[in-house]
């Protein structure tokens, strides 16, 4: 049978590129024990305690304490298992490293100042439960306390951000501007406004879902405000009148009466609420953060139809 090699601390140091005060340090700390000493008491090392060594240098320079290493080394003994948790930190210190040069090339791209760099830094940084968590504490708030429909904003907590561990320059910006989103009081002010008037309707019994269709009516009510802006017709126009006319009898309840101005008026506020930019962008930027099919503006056919409503 043949002898297992082994190395000297400096052997190991030439092997490794590692100095060889690090690498003593390394085993008084016990996070390099020898495998076994010479005669005259120089400690000697194996192929696994090399594998070793360079799991300790990766853990160590994706920032771990002495502490975090010597647990993440506990249950490691032989090289295929130091291997199986080397290959584990490279890849998450892969991913930190796509994640910076995602900030930098964001960095480059808007001439960042410092403090928003360290924003930038610190946002790019978090993990995908972090960022989800983000987004469920967001809706938590928005309708604590209220009597809302559930599967309404089960649908709405229902897309989160999930950014790719190489994420492009517009999506590490997407992410931010989300994140920035979701934490901006006049937003939350708002969405939570849109949450409270929904459970006021369920308390006066005034709430209906959205009849079958109605994403068809509203695509197809779209397409006609665009077509009349293309045109250079004014809200006030024949055309707007009738789109107004059919956007109120397809909302009114049967005691309401959809021809009439105050009706049409609360109407208007309603889709001005719902149809705000900012909730638009919410969804558009999560479609850039996840590589979804771009979201389209619908904010000049949401003004059209408002200002006919009113008109």
Partial sequence: MG?????????????????VKTIRFYSD???????????????LYDAAAMARLELVRTLR????????????????????????????????????????????????????ELEEVKLMNRLASMSDEERKRLVDEFWDEMVEG????QEFYRRMRAGKPELPDDPSPEQLEAWIEFAELVQDPDFRAL????????????????FEQPPEG????????????????????PPTSETG??????????????????????FRAELA????????PRAERYWQLLATINGWPPIPTAQPAVRFMIEALRG
């Avoid at 700390?29 to 400690?43: F, K, S």
């Avoid at 009148?241 to 105050?262: G, T």
């Avoid at 506020?269 to 705000?276: N, Q, Y």
């Fill in 3 to 19: 002898t297992t090699a082994t190395f000297t601390i400096g052997e190991l140091s030439r092997r490794t590129g590692l100095p």
């Fill in 29 to 43: 700390e016990g996070l390099l024990p020898p495998t076994e000493r010479t005669d005259a008491g120089y400690r």
């Fill in 61 to 112: 320079e994706l920032g771990l304490g002495l502490a975090d290493v010597s647990a993440a080394l506990a249950q490691s003994t032989t090289v295929g298992e130091l291997a199986v948790r080397h290959v584990a930190a490279l890849d998450e210190q892969i991913r930190r490293l796509r994640l910076r040069r995602a900030v930098l090339r964001a960095v480059a791209k808007r001439d960042s």
């Fill in 146 to 149: 209220l009597d809302i429909d």
């Fill in 191 to 206: 969405i939570r406004r849109m949450s409270e008037t929904q459970a006021k309707q369920i308390e006066d019994g005034e």
């Fill in 214 to 233: 109605w994403q068809q009516y509203w695509q197809d009510w779209s397409a006609r405000a665009e077509a009349a802006i293309a045109a250079g017709e």
């Fill in 241 to 262: 009148q009738a789109l107004a006319a059919d956007l109120a009898a397809a909302s009114a309840r049967d005691d309401q009466d959809p021809a009439s101005p105050e």
């Fill in 269 to 276: 506020d309603r889709f001005a609420m719902s149809g705000d």
